[in-house]
């Protein structure tokens, strides 16, 4: 089993930026793809960025490209999303997002609020 936990979120101006961080328990991080998504109040959970196991391969949704940035250090089984120039439109709830290369079992964080103020 997994146990993920996000860190990071906060209050921040239009324009900040804020690093999140998403701490996985266990010996096979180096297992799992991560991802973050994240959900607004009254809308769908919405998929934000993916890296693969190695790191080697990143994914973005296509309106957020360039402004975050989705990062892994499987030394420290740990997973961050650098959020630039953020707009009031990116708060929402992100959670961390665990799934496996062999198997079907996926894992979600408790989520971690961001709010950007105008």
């Known amino acids: 089993q997994v146990q993920l936990v996000e860190s990071g979120g906060g209050l921040v101006q239009a324009g900040g930026s804020l690093r999140l961080s998403c701490a996985a328990s266990g010996r096979t991080f180096n297992s799992y793809d991560m991802g973050w998504f994240r959900q607004a109040p009254g809308k769908e959970r919405e998929f934000v960025a993916a890296i693969s196991w190695s790191g080697s391969n990143t994914d973005y949704a296509d309106s957020l490209k360039g402004r975050f940035t989705i990062s892994r250090d499987n030394a420290k089984n740990t997973v961050y999303l650098q959020m630039n120039s953020l707009k009031p439109e990116d708060t929402a709830v992100y959670y961390c997002?665990?799934?496996?290369?062999?198997?079907?079992?996926?894992?979600w964080g408790q989520g971690t609020q961001v709010t950007v103020s105008t």
């Open positions: 997002h665990a799934s496996p290369r062999i198997g079907l079992i996926k894992y």
